[in-house]
C-alpha cells in the first residue's frame, strides 16, 4: 500500500538528486527520506536504488586487483560472496610490518581531536598529540583531521591501490569513489561504553551502498575494543522491523540479542596489519575498551555521493605515483580528494594531478588560451566547462590540465 509519506519521501529523493547533480550538495530532506525508506522497507529502497546506479555508473577499467590485499583476481568472486552473504571478509594477507610501523608513529605524534563524551565534555574539542597522553587518556577517542591523512603517501597509496579498488568496484558492482577517510584512537579513558565512539549498536546510512574497508594498526584482542559485527544483518530484512521502528538510533547490547543467535555476533580480533571489509548497513559498534587502546585507519567506497554531508577536503600533492595506472580515470572514484575544481563554485583547487599520467605530456609547459574552453572539463562533473585561468605563480593563462607551477585562479 503506497501511503502519502511514501510519495513525499520518493519526492524528496529525486529532488535532492536533482539538487545534488546541479551543486553538489543534498538537501537534509532528501536524506532524511533515505533513512525513513531504509527503516520502511528494510533496505529494499536502497537497493532498488543501486541498481538504477549500477545502469549510469558502470564499472571502470582498473588495472589488476594486485596490491596490499595481495593477487586479488581468482579470489574476488569467493570475496564478493562473503560480502553478499555474510556482510564482511577478513582478508589473509596482513599489510606490512614497515607500513603499520610508519602509520602507527603517525598516529602517535600527529595532533588529533579528542571526541566529546557525553559524560565529560571537559577535554572535547582539543587538539592533542597522543604520545603524550597514551599513558593517561583526556577522552574515549581522539579522531585525525581527514588534511592529516590525505598529506601521508601511505595513506594516498592505500587510496589509490588496485586491490582494494577492485575489491569495491566488484562489490558495489559499480564505478566506487572513495568518499570518507577517517582514522582514531579508541581508549580505555571511560568505564562505560560511549554513544559518542560509536560503541553501541547501529547501522550507517552514508550512501546509497558502501564498503568499508577497516586496517588495525595495532594487535587488537578482545579488550581493546574490537570491531563487533552481526553477520547478515546487513541484507535487505536483515534487521527486524520492530528495531528499524526505533529509527537511526544507538542500540544496546540486549535490544540487539533479542533478534539474533550467539553466532551471529562476530568480534574482529587480529594482528595489527589486519584488514576488514564491511558492508556497516548491517548492525556493528566498536566494543568498549577496557585495557590499552586500539588505533583505525578506515576507506570507504561508495558507488554515489547522494547524500554528501561531509565536507570535501584536497591534497595538492595527489595523488601518489603508484597511482599512475589508474591513468586519468582516478577523479572518477577519487572525486572528494584529487585537486581541481569539480564544480563551477569550487574555483581555488590545484589542477595538476594529471601530469605525467599515460595520455599526457611529462613536462607540458603553460597552455595560452581565450575564451572558453572548448573541451568539457575531465573530471567527475561532465556539465562544467573551464573559464580562462591564470597561474598564481606565473600569472600565464593556462588550459586547466596543464598548468604545473602553482594554484590557478579565474581574473
Known amino acids: 500500500m503506497i501511503r502519502l509519506r511514501d510519495i513525499y519521501d520518493w519526492t524528496c529523493l529525486g529532488t535532492g538528486a536533482g539538487t545534488h547533480a546541479m551543486t553538489g550538495k543534498t538537501p537534509p530532506p532528501a536524506y532524511q527520506a533515505l533513512v525513513r525508506q531504509f527503516c520502511q522497507t528494510g533496505g529494499r529502497s536502497n537497493d532498488f536504488l543501486s541498481r ?5 555508473r558502470t564499472k571502470y577499467a582498473l588495472p589488476p586487483p594486485n596490491g596490499v590485499l595481495g593477487p586479488l583476481a581468482d579470489e574476488l568472486p569467493g570475496i564478493v560472496d562473503s560480502l553478499n552473504t555474510r556482510g564482511y571478509h577478513v582478508f589473509s594477507r596482513t599489510l606490512s610490518e614497515d607500513l603499520c610501523d ?59 591501490d588496485p586491490s582494494i579498488l577492485g575489491v569495491a568496484q566488484s562489490y558495489l558492482g559499480s564505478l566506487p569513489m572513495a568518499d570518507v577517510l577517517t582514522m582514531w584512537w579508541n581508549t580505555a579513558y571511560s568505564d562505560r561504553p560511549s554513544e559518542a565512539a560509536a560503541q553501541f549498536y547501529h547501522f550507517d546510512m552514508d550512501r546509497i551502498k558502501w564498503l568499508k574497508f577497516f586496517i588495525y594498526l595495532t594487535d587488537v ?12 544483518s546487513h541484507k535487505s530484512g536483515g534487521i527486524p522491523p520492530s528495531v528499524l521502528k526505533k529509527g537511526y538510533v544507538r542500540l544496546t547490547d540486549e535490544e540487539v540479542s533479542k533478534h539474533y543467535s550467539p553466532a551471529d555476533f562476530i568480534e574482529f580480533t587480529g594482528k595489527r596489519g589486519t584488514v576488514l571489509a564491511e558492508d556497516t548497513r548491517g548492525l556493528h559498534k566498536g566494543k568498549h575498551v577496557t585495557q590499552g587502546d586500539r588505533l583505525v585507519l578506515q576507506l570507504q567506497f561508495s558507488n554515489s555521493l547522494l547524500v554528501d554531508t561531509i565536507p570535501r577536503q584536497r591534497s595538492l600533492n595527489f595523488p601518489p605515483p603508484n597511482a599512475r595506472p589508474l591513468s586519468n580515470g582516478i577523479r572518477k572514484y577519487l572525486p572528494r580528494f584529487c585537486p581541481g575544481p569539480e564544480r563551477s563554485d569550487d574555483r581555488q583547487a ?9 595520455g599526457r605530456p611529462a613536462n607540458p609547459s603553460p597552455q595560452p588560451i581565450s575564451g572558453f574552453a572548448n573541451r568539457r572539463h575531465s573530471g567527475s562533473d561532465r556539465r562544467w566547462q573551464s573559464p580562462i585561468r591564470h597561474c598564481r605563480v606565473c600569472g600565464q593563462q593556462f588550459h586547466l590540465e596543464y598548468c604545473t607551477r602553482g594554484k590557478p585562479e579565474t581574473r
Not at 597514551?134 to 587510496?159: C, H, W
Not at 584482542?221 to 553477520?231: E, K, R
Not at 590545484?350 to 599515460?358: I, M, S
Open 52 to 56: 538504477c546506479i549500477a545502469q549510469f
Open 102 to 160: 610508519r602509520l602507527l608513529a603517525m598516529g602517535l605524534d600527529q595532533p588529533s581531536l579528542v571526541r566529546e563524551d557525553e559524560r565529560d565534555v571537559s577535554a572535547a574539542g582539543s587538539l592533542r598529540v597522543y604520545r603524550e597522553d597514551r599513558s593517561s587518556p583526556k577522552g574515549i577517542r581522539y579522531d585525525f583531521p581527514v588534511a592529516t591523512l590525505l598529506a601521508n603517501p601511505d595513506v594516498q597509496e592505500l587510496l589509490c
Open 221 to 232: 584482542d578482545t579488550n581493546n575494543g574490537p570491531h563487533t559485527f552481526i553477520a547478515g
Open 350 to 358: 590545484n589542477a595538476v594531478f594529471l601530469v605525467g599520467y599515460p
